[in-house]
T-cell receptor
Framework: DGGITQSPKYLFRKEGQNVTLSCEQN?????MYWYRQDPGQGLRLIYY???????QKGDIAEGYSVSREKKESFPLTVTSAQKNPTAFYLC?????????????FGPGTRLTVL | GESVGLHLPTLSVQEGDNSIINCAYS??????FIWYKQESGKGPQFIID?????DKRQGQRVTVLLNKTVKHLSLQIAATQPGDSAVYFC??????????????FGQGTILTVHP
C-alpha cells in the first residue's frame, strides 16, 4: 500500500445518497487516479488528475465527481446518479503520467449500496 | 492468459514449483508493462515492470518475459510459496499521442499454491 491511504475501508450507502471516498498520498506524486473494480473484471478508470486543480474524466466518469485542491488528496464522490455504485474502489498515484511511471495503489474502499 | 467475463483463469501449483502466468495484449502501441499482485480485499501491489525495448527482466524470484511479435507477456515465479497465492494481472501502457499514458488492466489470473 506504500504511502497511499484510503478511508473508510467499508462504506454503506442508502440509495439516493451521495458519499465521498477519501484518498491521501505522502509520496509527493503529481498524478492520482480512481479506479473501480468489479468481480472478474479488470480495473476501470473513473477519473485522473495530473496536477493540482486539474482532473480529467476516465472511461466511466458518469455519476462520479472529484476534486484536487491539494497535491496529497484526491477525494471521490459517488453521487446518486451512479446507477450501480456497489464495487471496490481503488485510488492510485504515480510520479507523473508522462513516461513509464508505475502506479501505486491504496488498500481500497468497498462500497455497498443498501 | 486473460479471459472475458466473471470466470478468471486459474493456476494451481504445489509449493516449491515454478509458476508461469500469461497475459496477451492487443495494442501494438503499448510500450510499458506492469505485473501486479492482488490479495483478497486488498489493493494491487506492484511486482515488476518492463519496457518494450526489453524482452526480459528479473526481480527477486520473479521474471517477466515480453514477446512483442506475438504480443505476449508472462510472469514467472520461482519456488512458489503459499504467500504467493493471489490474483495476478498485467497492465499495459499506450504511449499514444496524449500526455496521459493510460494503463489498461487485464482481468487477472488466480494463483493457488498448495502446501
Amino acid at each position: 500500500d506504500g504511502g497511499i491511504t484510503q478511508s473508510p475501508k467499508y462504506l454503506f450507502r442508502k440509495e439516493g445518497q451521495n458519499v465521498t471516498l477519501s484518498c491521501e498520498q505522502n509520496l509527493n506524486h503529481d498524478a492520482m487516479y480512481w479506479y473501480r473494480q468489479d468481480p472478474g473484471q479488470g480495473l476501470r478508470l473513473i477519473y485522473y488528475s495530473q496536477i493540482v486543480n486539474d482532473f480529467q474524466k476516465g472511461d466511466i466518469a458518469e455519476g462520479y465527481s472529484v476534486s484536487r485542491e491539494k497535491k496529497e488528496s484526491f477525494p471521490l464522490t459517488v453521487t446518486s446518479a451512479q446507477k450501480n455504485p456497489t464495487a471496490f474502489y481503488l485510488c492510485a498515484s504515480s510520479i507523473r503520467t508522462v513516461g513509464a511511471d508505475t502506479q501505486y495503489f491504496g488498500p481500497g474502499t468497498r462500497l455497498t449500496v443498501l | 492468459g486473460e479471459s472475458v467475463g466473471l470466470h478468471l483463469p486459474t493456476l494451481s501449483v504445489q509449493e516449491g514449483d515454478n509458476s508461469i502466468i500469461n497475459c496477451a495484449y492487443s495494442n501494438s502501441a503499448s510500450d510499458y508493462f506492469i505485473w501486479y499482485k492482488q490479495e483478497s480485499g486488498k489493493g494491487p501491489q506492484f511486482i515488476i515492470d518492463i519496457r518494450s525495448n526489453m524482452d526480459k527482466r528479473q526481480g527477486q524470484r520473479v521474471t517477466v518475459l515480453l514477446n512483442k511479435t506475438v504480443k505476449h507477456l508472462s510472469l514467472q515465479i520461482a519456488a512458489t510459496q503459499p504467500g504467493d497465492s493471489a490474483v495476478y494481472f498485467c497492465a499495459e501502457r499506450d504511449r499514444g499521442g496524449t500526455s496521459y499514458g493510460k494503463l489498461t488492466f487485464g482481468q487477472g489470473t488466480i494463483l493457488t499454491v498448495h502446501p
